[in-house]
């Protein structure tokens, strides 16, 4: 796949709340994932280990009330896409988060992930 359909299809398979298919699917063996810094596990790499990253997020949410990702803004290897949600965490109560996300792909498959927002305040 190029990065275009890469793009789309990570954009439909989240929409449709297959997060953790998408990894699968979609990620690199060698993936780097970065968070804003300040956050716990702000850099991993490995496959293995950004599965576990958004496992341990997922299962921190009690309840999801909405979500919504853009359609994707493709440039060269690289494309964007925002992700707004309304969630409520098992420890920390009902927050609305909203994120750019930036991705690299090479050789049809996301080598890296880069997610920009706001910190939550604690």
Same mark, same amino acid.
């Given at each position: 796949m190029n990065t275009q359909? *890469?793009?789309h299809r990570l954009v439909e398979m989240c929409r $449709? %709340? $297959?997060?953790?298919?998408?990894?699968?699917?979609?990620y690199g063996e060698h993936?780097?994932? $970065?968070?804003?810094? %300040?956050?716990?596990?702000?850099? *991993?790499q490995e496959i293995d280990n950004v599965r576990k990253k958004s496992q341990d997020w997922l299962a921190s949410v009690e309840e999801f009330h909405s979500s919504e990702v853009s359609e994707p803004v493709v440039a060269g290897d690289h494309f964007t896409i925002k992700m707004d949600f309304d969630v409520t965490f098992k420890e920390r109560g009902? $927050?609305?988060?909203?994120?750019?996300?930036?991705?690299? *792909?090479?050789? %049809?498959?996301?080598?890296s992930e880069q997610f920009f927002y706001d910190l939550p305040e604690m």
């Open positions: 359909q *890469v793009a $449709q %709340g $297959q997060n953790l298919e998408a990894i699968d699917e979609l993936i780097l994932s $970065q968070e804003m810094p %300040g956050i716990p596990n702000a850099s *991993v009902r $927050q609305k988060m909203e994120e750019v996300c930036v991705f690299k *792909v090479n050789e %049809g498959k996301i080598v």
